[in-house]
């Protein structure tokens, strides 16, 4: 089966902090996406990693794809209070159409 | 603008009661798919269908069925609504691709008293 953990659960920080939220698995995604969720809405795309070690940048965010594709990273640069929301991360399963999703970071950035 | 709508943002139910749940697309996506989301445990697939009228169960279709009929059309339903089916639910669309994002509609707050 193929899960996906993310960590922290939750993270509560001060605006202009840096931080790092993680993706793992224990097997390999042919790609990964990152979403955000606010309060009351639906999930909103981010970026998508499909190349080993890819790095893609999107202005404070910086998502990284593992080298061996079973892991990511989320990085914010000086956060902002804008910043505030579950963070998902998703992949396509192996076997079907569907998605497989991380149980989701809970980001609060205090002003 | 890609736009998933989804019939109500917020709804309340009696147990016992059948519930419809509509989603929209308006992409000419393949794949469209109904999750429930519930704190501590994620998004949980319920249904997803790959083309009209095809239709495969999730991880969780227990006291849920589906419907699609037209390709951007599809409708979740609650034969008999009971109080641990009171959750966010979230409908998604997306290509047929491997690498697809799925785009996802704002959500339903259904309350089954």
């Known amino acids: 089966t193929q899960l996906l953990e993310q960590s922290p659960q939750f993270l509560s920080i001060q605006e202009g902090e840096n931080l790092t939220v993680y993706c793992n698995s224990s097997?390999?995604?042919?790609?990964l996406q990152w979403y955000r969720q606010e309060p009351g809405e639906g999930p909103v795309l981010l970026v998508t990693?499909?190349?080993?070690?890819e790095v893609k940048k999107l202005k404070r965010l910086t998502f990284q794809f593992g080298d061996a594709r079973k892991d990511s990273s989320l990085h914010i640069t000086a956060a902002q209070t804008g910043d505030t929301g579950l963070y998902l991360c998703?992949?396509?399963?192996?076997?079907?159409?569907?998605?497989?999703f991380g149980t989701g970071t809970r980001l609060k950035v205090l002003a | 603008d890609v736009k998933v709508t989804q019939s109500s943002r917020y709804l309340v139910k009696r147990t016992g009661e059948k519930v419809f749940l509509e989603c929209v697309q308006d992409?000419?996506?393949?794949?469209m798919f109904w999750y429930r989301q519930d704190p501590g445990l994620g998004l949980r697939l319920i249904y997803f269908?790959?083309?009209?009228?095809?239709?495969e169960k999730g991880d969780i279709p227990e006291g849920y069925s589906v419907s699609r009929e037209k390709k951007e059309r599809f409708s979740l339903i609650l034969e008999s609504a009971s109080t641990n089916q009171t959750s966010m639910y979230l409908c998604?669309?997306?290509?047929?691709?491997?690498?697809?994002?799925?785009?996802f509609g704002p959500g339903t707050r259904l309350l089954v008293l």
């Open positions: 097997s390999v995604f042919s790609s």
């Open positions: 992409m000419d996506h393949e794949n």
């Open positions: 998604a669309s997306s290509f047929r691709g491997r690498v697809e994002t799925q785009y």
């Open positions: 998703a992949g396509p399963s192996s076997r079907t159409y569907k998605y497989i």
């Open positions: 990693v499909v190349t080993g070690g």
């Open positions: 269908s790959y083309d009209v009228k095809m239709k």
